[in-house]
Protein backbone atom coordinates (compact mmCIF):
# COMPACT_ATOMS: atom_id res chain seq x y z
CA UNK A 1 0.00 0.00 0.00
CA UNK A 2 1.26 3.40 -0.55
CA UNK A 3 -0.18 6.75 -0.82
CA UNK A 4 -0.97 7.95 -4.45
CA UNK A 5 -2.89 11.41 -4.30
CA UNK A 6 -5.24 13.64 -2.43
CA UNK A 7 -8.47 14.70 -3.67
CA UNK A 8 -9.59 18.02 -2.46
CA UNK A 9 -13.25 18.37 -3.59
CA UNK A 10 -13.92 22.38 -4.27
CA UNK A 11 -17.03 24.36 -6.00
CA UNK A 12 -14.67 25.10 -9.17
CA UNK A 13 -11.84 23.39 -10.42
CA UNK A 14 -10.62 25.85 -12.56
CA UNK A 15 -10.01 28.59 -10.24
CA UNK A 16 -8.71 26.96 -7.39
CA UNK A 17 -6.02 25.21 -9.91
CA UNK A 18 -5.27 29.01 -10.65
CA UNK A 19 -4.78 30.40 -6.93
CA UNK A 20 -2.63 26.98 -6.41
CA UNK A 21 -0.62 28.28 -9.05
CA UNK A 22 -0.39 31.91 -8.13
CA UNK A 23 -0.04 30.94 -4.33
CA UNK A 24 2.26 27.77 -3.88
CA UNK A 25 4.15 28.01 -7.69
CA UNK A 26 2.82 24.67 -8.63
CA UNK A 27 1.71 23.64 -12.21
CA UNK A 28 -0.97 21.80 -13.07
CA UNK A 29 -0.42 18.31 -14.72
CA UNK A 30 -3.31 17.30 -15.91
CA UNK A 31 -6.57 18.20 -15.95
CA UNK A 32 -10.41 16.86 -17.18
CA UNK A 33 -12.51 19.22 -18.51
CA UNK A 34 -13.50 21.17 -15.63
CA UNK A 35 -14.19 18.42 -12.90
CA UNK A 36 -11.01 17.41 -12.23
CA UNK A 37 -7.02 18.63 -12.50
CA UNK A 38 -3.83 17.52 -10.67
CA UNK A 39 -1.13 19.37 -9.59
CA UNK A 40 3.09 18.35 -10.39
CA UNK A 41 3.61 18.00 -6.79
CA UNK A 42 6.15 14.78 -7.16
CA UNK A 43 5.19 11.22 -5.98
CA UNK A 44 1.93 12.15 -4.20
CA UNK A 45 -0.63 13.82 -6.63
CA UNK A 46 -2.29 17.08 -5.08
CA UNK A 47 -6.19 16.51 -6.99
CA UNK A 48 -9.17 18.84 -7.17
CA UNK A 49 -12.30 17.74 -7.64
CA UNK A 50 -15.93 19.27 -8.14
CA UNK A 51 -17.72 18.65 -5.70
CA UNK A 52 -20.96 18.24 -7.60
CA UNK A 53 -19.92 16.27 -9.99
CA UNK A 54 -18.22 14.28 -7.02
CA UNK A 55 -22.05 14.01 -5.22
CA UNK A 56 -23.40 12.59 -8.30
CA UNK A 57 -21.67 9.67 -7.34
CA UNK A 58 -23.11 8.93 -3.92
CA UNK A 59 -20.39 10.60 -1.87
CA UNK A 60 -21.34 13.04 0.74
CA UNK A 61 -19.29 15.39 2.81
CA UNK A 62 -19.10 18.62 4.32
CA UNK A 63 -17.90 21.40 1.88
CA UNK A 64 -14.57 23.72 1.43
CA UNK A 65 -15.33 27.19 2.38
CA UNK A 66 -13.54 29.98 3.56
CA UNK A 67 -16.23 31.19 6.10
CA UNK A 68 -16.27 27.61 7.56
CA UNK A 69 -13.82 26.15 10.28
CA UNK A 70 -10.76 24.15 8.12
CA UNK A 71 -11.41 20.43 7.75
CA UNK A 72 -9.96 18.35 10.10
CA UNK A 73 -6.72 17.50 8.02
CA UNK A 74 -4.26 19.86 5.85
CA UNK A 75 -1.95 19.76 3.00
CA UNK A 76 1.54 19.96 3.53
CA UNK A 77 3.88 22.00 1.25
CA UNK A 78 7.49 21.50 1.89
CA UNK A 79 9.97 24.23 0.76
CA UNK A 80 13.70 25.51 1.59
CA UNK A 81 12.13 29.29 1.64
CA UNK A 82 9.19 28.95 4.01
CA UNK A 83 8.70 32.98 4.89
CA UNK A 84 9.42 33.37 1.05
CA UNK A 85 6.51 30.72 0.46
CA UNK A 86 3.89 32.05 3.01
CA UNK A 87 4.04 35.83 1.85
CA UNK A 88 3.55 34.42 -1.56
CA UNK A 89 0.87 32.46 -0.51
CA UNK A 90 -0.89 35.41 0.99
CA UNK A 91 0.29 38.06 -1.51
CA UNK A 92 -2.19 35.63 -4.08
CA UNK A 93 -4.96 35.62 -1.77
CA UNK A 94 -4.71 32.78 1.27
CA UNK A 95 -5.31 33.69 4.80
CA UNK A 96 -2.78 33.42 6.70
CA UNK A 97 -3.23 31.35 9.91
CA UNK A 98 -0.01 31.11 11.85
CA UNK A 99 3.32 32.80 10.80
CA UNK A 100 6.41 30.48 10.17
CA UNK A 101 7.47 29.58 13.18
CA UNK A 102 10.52 27.56 14.57
CA UNK A 103 9.62 24.13 16.57
CA UNK A 104 11.26 22.59 19.07
CA UNK A 105 12.39 19.95 16.31
CA UNK A 106 14.09 22.30 14.10
CA UNK A 107 11.50 22.86 11.67
CA UNK A 108 9.89 26.12 10.15
CA UNK A 109 6.24 25.77 10.04
CA UNK A 110 3.25 28.02 8.88
CA UNK A 111 -0.48 27.58 7.87
CA UNK A 112 -2.83 29.84 5.55
CA UNK A 113 -6.11 28.75 3.96
CA UNK A 114 -6.46 28.49 0.86
CA UNK A 115 -9.43 29.98 -1.40
CA UNK A 116 -11.50 27.17 -0.58
CA UNK A 117 -11.00 27.47 3.63
CA UNK A 118 -8.37 24.12 3.08
CA UNK A 119 -6.01 24.34 5.40
CA UNK A 120 -1.91 24.51 4.27
CA UNK A 121 0.74 23.78 5.85
CA UNK A 122 4.02 25.26 4.64
CA UNK A 123 7.31 23.57 6.11
CA UNK A 124 10.85 23.49 5.89
CA UNK A 125 12.00 19.64 5.57
CA UNK A 126 12.10 17.45 9.32
CA UNK A 127 15.55 17.25 9.80
CA UNK A 128 16.65 13.23 9.55
Request: aromatic share 10%; proline share 3%.
Given at each position: ????????????????V????????????????????????????L???????????GV???A??????????????????????F?????????????????P?????????????VL?????????
Amino acid sequence: MRLGYIIVYVADVPATVAFWERAFGLACRFRHEDKYAEMETGATALAFADEVFVQSSGVTFAANRQGSSAAGMEIGLVSGDVAGQFKMAVEAGCVAVVAPMQKPWGQTVSYVRDCNGVLVEICSPVAA
